[in-house]
């Protein structure tokens, strides 16, 4: 039995990137939910794959479902379409696409066969990780040494540390008695 061996990159930054071990008698669905492991995302929304070549233009659909769109050619669906039925050349490519309103875009190639089974894993698995992933719903960020979804929020009305509000002719008043305050502490620490 074959093991193909996909990396599958960020389209928006092909520094980051996942690589994944899969059956060649499993289907693409198997792939589809393995990636959406891979980076992290849930499975609430819509998918497809399209067979690509070497320039990552898009081919024939294999999608998830049918969706309400044309097809110039009706679409091979994930759940009944074996991948290794549709490995045409030992670099095989694939584009992914997930999620048609925020249109999360992977690239997909196929960078090893073999004919070996590990032991040890449970196909299909996530084989190395580089780089952090995109977040699905926000933003992600380290804290210390652990990847942590942040929400960044910024209260505009507040005053951030180190700035000062501008100050009108009604504020001399204010300086001026900040001011004598300093001196009268620097005063007094000199009597010390």
Do not use: C
Not at 53 to 77: A, F, T
Not at 158 to 170: A, L, R, S, V, W
């Amino acid at each position: 039995m074959a093991i193909l061996k996909f990396r599958i990159y960020f389209e928006e930054d092909d520094s980051v990137y996942r690589d994944v071990a899969i059956r060649h008698t499993q289907h693409f669905l198997q792939l589809h939910q393995v990636i959406l492991k891979a980076y992290e995302f849930d499975s609430k929304h819509q998918a497809t794959f399209y067979r690509s070549n070497d320039n990552w233009q898009r081919g024939r659909e294999i999608s998830l479902e049918k969706y309400d769109k044309s097809y110039k050619v009706e679409p091979l669906l994930m759940e009944a379409t074996a991948i290794g039925s549709e490995i045409r050349d030992p670099n095989q490519k694939f584009v992914y696409q997930y999620d048609f309103v925020k249109n999360w875009g992977f690239l997909v190639e196929l960078i090893n066969v073999s004919k070996e089974e590990n032991g040890k894993l449970e196909y299909p698995a996530v084989v190395k990780s580089e780089g952090i992933p995109p977040s699905q719903y926000g933003t992600k960020g380290l804290v210390g040494d652990k990847l942590a979804e942040i929400e960044e929020k910024y209260d505009l009305t507040k005053i951030p540390e180190g700035f000062t509000e501008e100050k009108t002719g009604d504020d001399e008043e204010d300086e001026n008695t900040e001011a004598e305050q300093e001196e009268e502490e620097n005063g007094s620490q000199e009597e010390i």
